[in-house]
């Protein structure tokens, strides 16, 4: 194993399985976790070498919201908000303790918790974001409502400020922020982008200089002397829909099994990783072949992350 510059020996990870779908209209995608660990997930992980922690599946039974109306046009804004700052604690807890939290989803609201947690263990962890999404509409830009298209700005601290959501600290600095993957960001975002001087490479960027020489780039931007903890936070629709289909917002265009493989790959080389999600494997879309052929290439993605190689 690589050795690692923040998680003490003996090397451990937390599973924190997030069957949560309340920050998108689409059922199942509370399914991905469950899948992901019946796959096989947790001693595929130990044959890395990991201690593996899990305590079974947040279901978060206990957080009950009698009404719900939108704010705005926010959905679900009271249950994404409860369930987001609950995982935010645990994931906190467990960086706490020197462990890895490996956060399974689940829709990518719940990143609002995970980067929260990881933050208040280590305040000037970057974050790396895969996806096709940007993931950062506030609530003016927002045409949907549907707030795992919003965490990023809720991390940053944009926007008009939602009572609901005063919890998660604005901690996150735009230069703390790097996209790689995009390919579907609405206009709204990509003011934001601009604005905030957020570094994004797109598929475009892959395409001219190779997933290898943007890795290093994007690197470069929010880890410049490689000594700060990595979040790597992986929404399975920055791969193509050939690669990953079972996810909800799939977009053509995406990052290949090797390119998509080669991002943790090369994360887990610097020995900085702290944090893991993967995010918006969803089990009731598509065939049963599509989804059995999504969440393998879940699992796989993780045991990248997480130290497996070919020699």
């Given at each position: 194993?690589?050795?690692?510059?923040?998680?003490?020996?003996?090397?451990?990870?937390?599973?924190?399985?997030?069957?949560?779908?309340?920050?998108?209209?689409?059922?199942?995608?509370?399914?991905?976790?469950?899948?992901?660990?019946?796959?096989?997930?947790?001693?595929?992980?130990?044959?890395?070498?990991?201690?593996?922690?899990?305590?079974?599946?947040?279901?978060?039974?206990?957080?009950?919201?009698?009404?719900?109306?939108?704010?705005?046009?926010?959905?679900?804004?009271?249950?994404?908000?409860?369930?987001?700052?609950?995982?935010?604690?645990?994931?906190g807890e467990h960086a706490s303790?020197?462990?890895?939290?490996?956060?399974?989803?689940?829709?990518?609201?719940?990143?609002?918790?995970?980067?929260?947690?990881?933050?208040?263990?280590?305040?000037?962890?970057?974050?790396?974001?895969?996806?096709?999404?940007?993931?950062?509409?506030?609530?003016?830009?927002?045409?949907?409502?549907?707030?795992?298209?919003?965490?990023?700005?809720?991390?940053?601290?944009?926007?008009?400020?939602?009572?609901?959501?005063?919890?998660?600290?604005?901690?996150?600095?735009?230069?703390?922020?790097?996209?790689?993957?995009?390919?579907?960001?609405?206009?709204?975002?990509?003011?934001?982008?601009?604005?905030?001087?957020?570094?994004?490479?797109?598929?475009?960027?892959?395409d001219k200089y190779g997933i290898?020489?943007?890795?290093?780039?994007?690197?470069?931007?929010?880890?410049?002397?490689?000594?700060?903890?990595?979040?790597?936070?992986?929404?399975?629709?920055?791969?193509?829909?050939?690669?990953?289909?079972?996810?909800?917002?799939?977009?053509?265009?995406?990052?290949?099994?090797?390119?998509?493989?080669?991002?943790?790959?090369?994360?887990?080389?610097?020995?900085?990783?702290?944090?893991?999600?993967?995010?918006?494997?969803?089990?009731?879309?598509?065939?049963?072949?599509?989804?059995?052929?999504?969440?393998?290439?879940?699992?796989?993605?993780?045991?990248?992350?997480?130290?497996?190689?070919?020699?």
């Open positions: 194993m690589v050795e690692s510059r923040f998680i003490p020996e003996p090397k451990t990870l937390a599973i924190v399985g997030c069957p949560f779908s309340g920050g998108q209209p689409k059922a199942g995608v509370d399914q991905g976790p469950i899948h992901l660990v019946q796959a096989g997930l947790i001693p595929q992980l130990e044959d890395l070498g990991w201690k593996v922690i899990f305590d079974g599946h947040h279901q978060f039974e206990e957080i009950n919201v009698a009404q719900d109306p939108p704010i705005g046009i926010l959905k679900n804004p009271r249950m994404v908000s409860k369930v987001t700052k609950a995982v935010a604690q645990v994931v303790k020197g462990q890895i939290p490996v956060t399974l989803g689940g829709d990518h609201s719940l990143a609002m918790g995970t980067i929260s947690g990881t933050l208040s263990k280590y305040p000037d962890a970057c974050v790396v974001w895969i996806d096709a999404h940007a993931d950062i509409n506030t609530s003016e830009t927002t045409e949907s409502g549907n707030i795992h298209g919003m965490p990023v700005s809720f991390l940053l601290g944009l926007g008009s400020k939602v009572e609901e959501f005063s919890w998660v600290k604005p901690l996150l600095k735009p230069e703390q922020l790097v996209y790689i993957g995009l390919r579907d960001v609405d206009a709204g975002e990509k003011k934001i982008l601009r604005d905030n001087n957020i570094k994004a490479f797109s598929m475009h960027e892959v290898g020489k943007v890795v290093e780039m994007a690197l470069d931007h929010v880890n410049p002397n490689r000594d700060k903890p990595i979040h790597l936070s992986f929404d399975v629709d920055a791969l193509d829909p050939t690669v990953a289909p079972s996810t909800g917002t799939p977009v053509r265009g995406g990052l290949t099994f090797r390119e998509g493989h080669y991002i943790c790959e090369a994360i887990y080389e610097t020995g900085l990783l702290v944090a893991l999600d993967l995010m918006e494997v969803n089990p009731s879309l598509e065939n049963e072949e599509s989804v059995k052929q999504t969440v393998a290439v879940g699992c796989s993605l993780l045991r990248s992350a997480l130290g497996e190689t070919l020699l």
